[in-house]
């Protein structure tokens, strides 16, 4: 149960119990537990597929649980609908009504809930300034860029005040630019007002570079949550180790280095940016392809049947087809049990000796 000391500014904690939900026999979400602090920035992150929309929806009152209970502050809402559960959403496709101008796109559910006039335009004064639209206020939706409706969708997502805000994929229709200008904006306005957000995105960047806390999903469950750092440094499991990192890490069956004949139950991982050029390296590889990335290359190479990624320094000069051996620091290895996939630091230190020796 949540306790008042809890309670961030306007935010509230949110805790997941063991829900679950199928469809049509198929499972999407697998006895999930999940607990998103209060004020915190919680991202959702995994590929098509893996239940994390639906989770969201779950949260939101969108849909049902078919098991499992979840809590908003204080409060079981499980069986409470959308209306009561005091949050605001954010949708991908920011379904603003194509007939209204941008302010009343924005004050729409102050209106719907009948607040008055003057405070409905006092509250529209302060949002339109925080996200830059107040000289925008007059115009359709059709009139603004896509940046400009995904700030009308915000707009009019806090302007309600809730201390839970939820966002599906909010960024997935804008470019580049403008999803990185978006990243900073939402995250900042997050930390400004204190509300508790839960944001789903497939896109890592976007999961690793605004939350706090990144939920990555895999076939319903959760494969691993933590803060973007400590997935990046120490993922649990191969598929976290895969999916988070561009280009992601590299992964050894343990029997091809020579020295650990011994250790055919182990799959080893390095980061392509951790391994280095060497003469003397324990990894010995054939040179495929070679990427000119400015200031690194991507060398894309093959040892022992297996692909790997190189990501070095340009002065570096290498040619496909070409021989090349690279070395590695002791604390870059990670190494895992193949057949449960389960991270083992216990054997880290013993086995990145044994290949420096």
């Known amino acids: 149960m949540t306790t008042a000391s809890q309670e961030t500014r306007c935010g509230k904690a949110i805790h997941l119990e063991g829900i679950s939900k199928t469809w049509g026999g198929a499972v999407a979400v697998d006895g999930l537990t999940i607990d998103v602090p209060a004020g915190s920035f919680t991202a959702l992150l995994g590929p098509s597929g893996c239940g994390k929309s639906t989770t969201l929806r779950m949260i939101a009152g969108l849909e049902t649980t078919d098991s499992g209970a979840i809590r908003i502050g204080d409060e079981n809402v499980t069986r409470k609908g959308c209306s009561e559960r005091d949050l605001s959403m954010v949708f991908q496709s920011y379904a603003l009504f194509p007939h209204l101008s941008v302010a009343e796109n924005i004050v729409f559910g102050l209106k719907v809930r009948r607040v008055a006039r003057e405070r409905r335009d006092e509250k529209l004064k302060r949002v339109a300034a925080l996200l830059g639209l107040s000289a925008l206020l007059d115009r359709k939706p059709a009139q603004l860029s896509g940046g400009q409706q995904q700030r009308v969708a915000l707009g009019r997502a806090i302007i309600a005040e809730k201390p839970v805000c939820l966002m599906d994929e909010p960024l997935s229709n804008l470019d580049a630019k403008l999803r990185h200008e978006m990243r900073l904006e939402i995250r ?3 930390q400004q007002l204190g509300f508790t957000m839960v944001y789903v995105t497939h896109d890592q960047v976007e999961a690793i570079t605004m939350a706090d806390q990144v939920v990555l999903l895999n076939k319903g469950k959760v494969e691993q949550a933590a803060a973007p750092r400590h997935l990046y440094e120490r993922p649990s499991t191969p598929f976290a180790a895969r999916f988070i990192g561009t280009p992601p890490m590299n992964l050894f069956p343990a029997e091809i280095f020579g020295v650990l004949s011994d250790a055919s139950d182990l799959t080893l991982g390095v980061r392509p940016e951790a391994l280095k050029f060497s003469s003397e390296g324990p990894i ?4 495929r392809a070679v990427e000119f990335l400015g200031a690194d290359v991507l060398a894309d190479c093959m040892v022992a049947g297996t692909g790997f990624q190189a990501r070095l320094p340009a002065a570096n000069m290498l040619a496909p087809g070409q021989s090349a051996q690279f070395s590695f620091s002791p604390e870059d290895l990670h190494v895992f049990d193949t057949a449960s ?13 044994r290949l420096r020796a």
Not at 284 to 287: K, L, M, N, R
Not at 341 to 353: F, K, M, S
């Open 188 to 190: 900042a306005l997050q």
């Open 284 to 287: 010995a590889g054939t040179v």
């Open 341 to 353: 996939g389960r991270r083992r630091d216990d054997l880290q230190t013993e086995i990145g000796a």
